[in-house]
């Protein structure tokens, strides 16, 4: 049977690779990507996988060419690798529509942000930590990956189901970003700082500082809706986002 050659890039990690184990493919800060082919079109038009919220994860699974796990993947680097996916597979100019506007934006522009090392409590771990302003407990946290993620919205599909107007959705991810609490490792201690003791203005401050840290891409552009005035605007990214007409 006839091979076909395809080619690929490689699109390098925000996170350099750094909090990912020895002996782990992304542990290299870099992946091998392919093209899109009519093979990708097919998985963006899936009906079921767009229903079920999965068709970009779908998408980038058949992309990766490197043999990784891609449950291990950092949030922040997946963001990367959605915006190389769009790229290699579209283009750089991206159009979307807000408030009957039309805007473009030109992708290669993004910035990315890569990793401060020097916050790295270990090497090869993915563990930081904060002191909280107020209160001065102090937390160790890691940077959510992708398995995280999944975890995290069936735990809150979960408490939905027990209850239609439960938002649990802050505490429930600083539950999965949070490994000790002055140095109390436990579930049940980090589970009862989060759901009682918890200032308002200490969570404030740990998300500000998480956010300022974690690696990744930078989606949020300057817009001129009114002459002299811009404000800033987040990149709408979904299905529609692989698809430039």
């Known amino acids: 049977m006839t091979e076909f050659k395809l ?5 390098e990690l925000p996170s350099k690779g750094l909090l990912y ?12 990507m392919k093209y899109m ?38 949030i922040g680097d997946k963001d990367a690798i959605i915006i190389a996916s769009r790229i290699l597979g579209y283009g750089k100019d991206y159009n979307f529509t807000i408030s009957g506007e039309d805007i473009d934006v030109d992708l290669t522009t993004l910035k990315e942000k890569f990793l401060d090392e020097s916050l790295v409590l270990s090497p090869r771990t993915n563990e930081f930590e904060f ?7 102090k937390l160790t946290f890691k940077l959510l990956t992708q398995k995280d993620d999944g975890l995290i919205d069936k735990e ?4 939905k189901k027990l209850d ?18 002055n140095g109390d490792t436990s579930k049940s201690t980090i589970s009862s700082f989060v759901d ?20 990744g891409i930078n989606t949020t552009i300057q817009y001129e809706f009114i002459e002299g005035m811009t404000e800033d605007l987040e990149i709408p990214i979904n299905a529609n986002f692989f698809w430039p007409e």
């Open 7 to 11: 080619p690929t890039e490689i699109v």
């Open 21 to 32: 184990p020895e002996g782990s493919p992304l542990a290299e800060g870099k992946i091998e």
């Open 37 to 74: 082919t009519a093979k990708e079109e097919d998985i963006l038009t899936n009906q079921n996988y767009i229903r079920q919220g999965i068709v970009i994860d779908k998408l980038l699974k058949s992309l990766i060419v490197s043999k990784i796990n891609f449950d291990d993947l950092l």
């Open 131 to 137: 002191i909280l302003p107020h209160s001065e407990n």
């Open 156 to 159: 809150i599909e979960g408490y």
């Open 164 to 181: 239609k107007l439960s938002s649990r959705d802050l505490t429930t991810r600083m539950k999965y970003m949070i490994l000790s609490v």
């Open 196 to 215: 009682n003791a918890f200032l308002a203005k200490d969570a404030k401050a740990f998300r500000e500082y998480y956010n300022k840290i974690n690696p």
